[in-house]
């Protein structure tokens, strides 16, 4: 199957395990947690000396950094850390869900370009499918959301809209409401008026879901520096 006994052991049950590990520490603003874990990971990465060893720890060390600068603001990667992992992704022929959940988890420290070719590229693989999973949405979405932070709207938009042409499942609720905060967004962007998407988030029931998405405003605002409307 020219596929190595290391590649079969680390799963995406071993990436997961990594994942849950900072989205815990995300989910609790603990910052000094996040930045241990990416320090830790990242000096693994830079002393492996393997090359399985070493793309395992830029994979695992990215994920703790994106999740960091996302809550912290701080990048704690270099040109050259991005280039190496912008390779790791641009060589994906066919998207499986190890592929999908690394994409999703690391798409901060991805140049826009790199993002904007991905997504398109998985949405681009789902089309013709009849049902298209949570985890693909959940993806797509984060790449919409990447390129607004940088500041590439239109970009945002043409992923926004392959992603709405998509076979979710009709019980895929919370795909369906990301997407209108995502369009609510792009509306804030294009308008500046902060009504709109204040009445949307006033709308949400789930507390911790509304808590989370007030910050992603929020740094929405700060990006796009429109005052109160």
């Known amino acids: 199957m020219n596929i190595s006994y290391n590649e079969i052991i680390t799963s995406e049950v071993d990436i997961k395990q ?33 090359e399985f060893s070493k793309v395992e720890y830029l994979l695992k060390s990215a994920m703790a950094m994106n999740y960091y600068l996302d809550l912290s603001g701080k990048d704690l990667s270099d040109i050259k850390y991005k280039v190496t992992l912008a390779k790791q992704f641009n060589n994906i022929r066919h998207w499986f869900k190890k592929e999908i959940i690394l994409f999703a988890n690391v798409q901060l420290l991805l140049d826009e370009d790199s993002v904007y ?45 392959a992603t709405c042409q998509l076979n979710f499942s009709q019980n895929d609720l919370l795909t369906k409401v990301r997407i209108k905060f995502m369009k609510a967004l792009l509306n804030y962007i294009d308008t500046g008026k902060e009504y709109p998407i204040r009445q949307f988030l006033d709308s949400l029931e789930d507390g911790h879901l509304k808590e ?9 605002k700060n990006i796009y520096n429109h005052g109160n409307n």
């Open 212 to 220: 989370s998405w007030i910050f992603a405003f929020l740094q929405i």
């Open 18 to 50: 990594v994942i849950a590990k900072i989205e815990f520490a995300y989910e609790e603003n603990d910052i000094n947690e996040l930045k241990k874990l990416s320090l830790c990971l990242l000096d693994k990465y830079q002393q492996s000396r393997d």
């Open 117 to 161: 070719k991905l997504s398109r590229s998985l949405a681009g693989e789902m089309y013709d499918k009849k049902l298209v999973s949570v985890l693909v949405g959940n993806t797509l979405i984060n790449a919409v959301f990447a390129l607004l932070k940088e500041k590439q709207p239109d970009k945002a938009r043409v992923i926004l809209n």
